[in-house]
């Protein structure tokens, strides 16, 4: 079968996710957000914060990115810093309490999202749906695509 955009996994992949990227930074922007902001608000520990370093891997982001997320975030008075009691070198980047009411938001956001998706999907999609992208993800992160055999 020749390969076309329609039976492609990787182009299938990359323009869902543009699609749901550009919905969530749509509806951010009416709160004067994006979605990197309202990811990162639901990554940080809502209790006990989060470690600086552990940010950028959880998020896929280069720490010069994080950085300028962070410290717009801070102006915004979303999060501030504190230094990691168990860790000196370390700094807990937590919420404020305008930045849980920003998470509570946020998370009722992405609520929505995944319920009306699994109204339109039979039980068994979403079953196949998870295995299928944890089947991809697995292939990517244990470098099975591109190994030189």
Same mark, same amino acid.
């Given at each position: !079968?020749?390969?076309? %955009? ?14 749901? =990227?550009? !919905?969530? +930074?749509?509806? =951010? ?5 994006? !979605?990197?902001? /309202?990811?990162? *608000? ?30 717009? !975030? ?8 504190? @230094? ?7 700094? *807990?980047? @937590? ?6 009411? @920003? ?7 992405? *609520?929505? $999202? +995944?319920?009306?998706? @699994?109204?339109?999907?039979? %039980?068994?999609?979403? =079953?196949? $749906?998870?295995?299928?992208? =944890?089947?991809? +993800? +697995? ?5 099975? /695509? $591109?190994?030189?055999?």
């Amino acid at each position: !079968m020749k390969e076309t %955009k329609e039976t492609s996994i990787d182009h299938q992949l990359r323009a869902t996710w543009q699609a749901v =990227a550009k !919905m969530y +930074n749509e509806e =951010a922007s009416k709160y004067g957000s994006t !979605m990197a902001t /309202i990811f990162l *608000l639901l990554t940080i520990d809502k209790h006990t914060g989060s470690a600086s370093t552990s940010l950028g891997p959880k998020m896929g982001m280069e720490a010069t990115s994080l950085s300028r997320l962070l410290k717009s !975030m801070e102006e915004k008075g979303l999060i501030y810093r504190e @230094k990691n009691p168990n860790d000196g070198r370390s700094v *807990l980047i @937590k919420l404020t309490d305008f930045g849980k009411e @920003k998470r509570e938001t946020s998370k009722q956001s992405v *609520l929505q $999202f +995944n319920n009306t998706v @699994k109204q339109k999907l039979s %039980k068994e999609e979403v =079953a196949v $749906f998870f295995k299928v992208t =944890a089947t991809i +993800n +697995n292939l990517v992160v244990n470098k099975k /695509i $591109f190994n030189n055999i």
